[in-house]
């Protein structure tokens, strides 16, 4: 019989609301947002743009607060940065001056810790980054600097792990190989995930739990279950079930939109 504790989500969104005041008015970014992730999860976060998606994923940070509502994760308030969350966004961040390997240094530097070299050997191995070690960013092709940031992520052993459109900028080539090892590192690792892109197909592919948001303010508008049989090799996206649901998603999102004016 499973306990209360294991029971409690791992990740937990409360009625989140925010709004932004600048010199130029008052946004509305998130109204009343609430989702529950469990432990090692992968969940994806789907929406138009300007939804209020990144302020979701940043607010669960602990790098935006929220106006109304809490994210609790392990049952304690995320209220700032902890060494729990570690995050993947689109630029890769490289600090251009330092090599690769003290680039993946870093989050050690900062924390005034030993860096877990055995740790960032075996990531590095695994995403395919060997004997790059001492190259700067600059020699790196966009596909290999955002499989670093994915090492520097994993490199402390976050307990939850939020990817805010990692693989945006890449092209279809590369984002279908980044789909398929970050698939890969997830099963073997099982982070609890929450990923936000604005591809349906990535969406469905990755995730066990796909979230759609509304246009501004955002707002949980529908959850899907992905019920696809892992690993999903990339040829899963031509299949029925798969082109389907993102169908049912894209149509989702298309009906909540607002009409436009004429
Ligand atoms: P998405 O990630 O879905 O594209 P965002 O969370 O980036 O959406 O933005 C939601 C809304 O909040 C947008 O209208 C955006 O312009 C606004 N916004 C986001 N960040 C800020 C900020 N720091 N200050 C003011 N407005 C912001």
């Known amino acids: ?23 130029t008015g008052r946004t509305h970014a ?41 994210i609790l994760l392990d049952g304690q308030e995320v209220v700032s940065p902890s060494p729990q969350i570690a995050m993947v966004f689109q630029e890769a961040n490289l600090l251009p001056w330092r090599s690769l390997q003290k680039n993946l240094e870093l989050p050690f530097e900062i924390r005034k810790q030993a860096p877990a070299h055995d740790r ?24 290999m600097q955002q499989r670093a940031s994915i090492v ?11 990817m805010d459109e990692p693989f945006g900028a ?6 279908d190989e980044m789909n398929l090892l970050i698939e890969e ?20 592919f990755l995730a066990d739990r796909v979230y759609v948001m ?12 992905v019920d696809i049989p892992r690993p999903r090799p990339l040829e899963v996206q031509s299949e029925a079930h798969f082109v389907e649901l993102v169908a049912e998603i894209k149509r989702s999102i298309e009906h909540k939109a607002p009409a436009r004016a004429a």
């Open 214 to 225: 509304s246009a501004r303010p955002g707002r949980l508008s529908k959850v899907f279950d």
């Open 185 to 204: 590192i997830w099963l073997e690792t099982k982070k609890t995930v929450v990923f936000i892109t604005h591809s349906i197909p990535e969406a469905v």
């Open 120 to 143: 960032i050997r075996g990531l590095v191995d695994r995403v395919g980054l060997s004997g790059f070690e001492t190259k700067f960013p600059r020699e790196l092709s966009g596909g």
């Open 30 to 70: 998130l109204d009343r947002f609430s989702m529950d992730v469990f432990d090692g999860e992968f969940i994806c976060v789907v929406g138009p743009s300007g939804c209020g998606k990144s302020t979701l994923l940043w607010s669960m940070a602990g790098l935006h607060a929220l106006s109304s509502g809490k």
């Open 170 to 175: 890449l092209d279809a080539f590369t984002r």
């Open 152 to 162: 520097r992520a994993l490199s402390v052993d976050p307990s939850l792990l939020l």
């Open 1 to 23: 019989m499973s306990s209360v504790a294991s029971r409690r989500p791992k990740l937990s969104v409360q009625e989140a609301g925010k709004f932004y005041d600048t010199p």
